[in-house]
């Protein structure tokens, strides 16, 4: 999924917004460092999702017989490998 950097803006700005709200919770230190790091961790996850996303598409290719985009079964198998890859990456 592609963010555009005023996207990513407003979310970070969100989701600051948010945390700020958070009782007990005491962000400390400069509010733009804070909004480039939450950029920066957004940025990161389009870009591991995206990857995920690639790869997914590339394994479902790979099979011998072709299954349709859009499919119920496109769409079973694409969730279930997705979820697999996204396991992995974790660990």
């Known amino acids: 999924m592609l963010l555009s950097d005023d996207k990513m803006t407003h979310l970070s700005h ?3 917004s948010c945390l700020k709200r958070q009782p007990g919770l005491d962000i400390k230190g400069d509010e733009a460092e804070a909004l480039r ?8 996850e389009v870009a591991a999702e995206d990857e995920i996303d690639r790869a997914v598409r590339a394994r479902l290719g790979s099979y011998s017989r072709p299954i349709v985009e859009g499919s119920p079964e496109w769409d079973v198998l694409y969730r279930k490998t997705a979820d697999e890859l996204a396991a992995k990456r974790r660990v």
């Open 14 to 16: 969100v989701i600051l």
């Open 37 to 44: 790091e939450i950029k920066r961790v957004l940025a990161a």
